[in-house]
């Protein structure tokens, strides 16, 4: 059973405006939370985190958005750019120091 | 620093036949990872070592695959004999350790005939 949960394969927006990406977990021992974000041909790249004490992160166009009580997190990037076209994973990890990925969202993002 | 090294990039083997993949983390991480990605199951945990020592392998799909560590800055994961469906991207990942953000690889893409 998936602990970590992108329900959305695919995601397209139009440069400039808002992208929301979500993410469901199953776990509540989980202590933060991961975005990653993946080209083609390369290895995923660490974008943003969020531990589970906070609730908001942000980090210039990215913010990442905590709901503990739903067991839900979101990323948002405004304005979204032709650039920001990858998949992105979400991920979360507890005490023991792995990563648990969710199948990824590939966001595209046109001029 | 180089990041997370790789090899081979891209591997085409025959069914039956010995696979290595080999991974060279960043100097100074205690945490090595290993990792799977497939259409089907995403990106899926396989094993991971502490200062060399496995933690975790209980992602390890079966006998066939075998991971080891013998030192700080090399680490292998063999699959004997390869089947078809272990055609898969295969990343590498390293952790300096205290924290959360892994760095990965560019990964091994394995083609299985």
């Known amino acids: 059973d998936q602990q970590v949960k992108q329900n959305s394969p695919s995601l397209s927006v139009q440069e400039g405006r808002i992208s929301i990406l979500n993410c469901d977990y199953t776990?509540?021992?989980?202590?933060?939370f991961l975005w990653y974000k993946k080209y083609p041909a390369e290895g995923p790249t660490f974008l943003i985190s969020i531990s589970s004490i906070k609730d908001k992160n942000e980090d210039g166009r990215f913010t990442v958005f905590l709901n503990k009580s739903a067991k839900h997190l979101s990323l948002h990037i405004v304005p979204s750019q032709p650039g920001d076209s990858a998949v992105y994973f979400c991920a979360a990890g507890g005490s023991q120091g792995n990563l648990i990925f969710g199948k990824g969202t590939k966001l595209s993002v046109k001029p | 620093d180089a990041g997370v090294i790789q090899s081979p990039r891209h591997e085409v083997t025959e069914m039956g036949q010995e696979v290595t993949l080999r991974c060279k983390p960043i100097?100074?991480?205690?945490?090595l990872f290993w990792y799977r990605q497939t259409m089907m199951r995403g990106l899926e945990l396989l094993i991971y070592f502490n200062n060399n020592v496995p933690i975790d392998d209980s992602g390890m799909p079966e006998d066939r695959f075998s991971a080891k560590m013998p030192n700080a800055s090399f680490s292998t994961l063999k699959i004997q004999p390869s089947e078809p469906r272990d055609s898969a991207v295969y990343f590498c990942?390293?952790?300096?350790?205290?924290?959360?953000?892994?760095?990965f690889g560019p990964g091994t893409r394995l083609t299985v005939t």
């Open positions: 990942a390293s952790n300096p350790g205290g924290g959360n953000e892994q760095y």
């Open positions: 776990n509540s021992m989980f202590d933060y």
């Open positions: 100097s100074g991480h205690d945490y």
